[in-house]
C-alpha cells in the first residue's frame, strides 16, 4: 500500500519531469527547432539542443561521419616502441628530476 510519503515522491518526481521538458522546450525552440505539442515528452531524457536525426553530423555516431577511431581501438593500435613514459613536467623516468 502507498503511503503519504510515497504519494509525495511520486508527485514530486512528476513535477521535477515536468519542468526539466518544459525547460528543455524552451531551449529548443530559442534554438530553431520545431517542437510539436504532442512530442514535447521526447525532450525528457533528449537535450533540447538535439535536432534527433541520425543522418546528422552532430546528432550521428561521429565514427561514422569522421572515421575516428574509439578510444578502445586507438589503445589496440597505438605503436609499442614509443616511449610514452613521461612524467607530469615532461622528462622521461631514466632523467633525473631537478626541482
Known amino acids: 500500500m502507498s503511503t503519504e510519503q510515497d504519494k509525495f515522491k511520486k508527485s514530486k ?3 521535477k519531469d515536468d519542468a526539466h521538458i518544459a525547460k528543455q522546450v524552451k531551449i529548443a525552440k530559442a534554438h530553431g527547432f520545431p517542437v510539436k505539442k504532442d512530442e514535447t515528452h521526447r525532450l525528457h531524457k533528449l537535450s533540447g539542443t538535439t535536432c534527433g536525426d541520425p543522418n546528422c553530423a552532430m546528432c550521428g ?3 561514422k561521419f569522421f572515421n575516428e577511431p574509439t ?3 586507438k589503445r589496440l593500435f597505438q605503436d ?3 616511449i610514452t613514459d613521461k612524467h ?3 622528462l622521461k623516468n631514466d632523467e633525473e628530476d631537478i626541482l
Do not use: C, H, T
Open 13 to 15: 518526481r512528476l513535477l
Open 61 to 63: 555516431n561521429p565514427r
Open 71 to 73: 578510444q578502445q581501438e
Open 80 to 82: 609499442v616502441e614509443k
Open 88 to 90: 607530469s613536467n615532461g
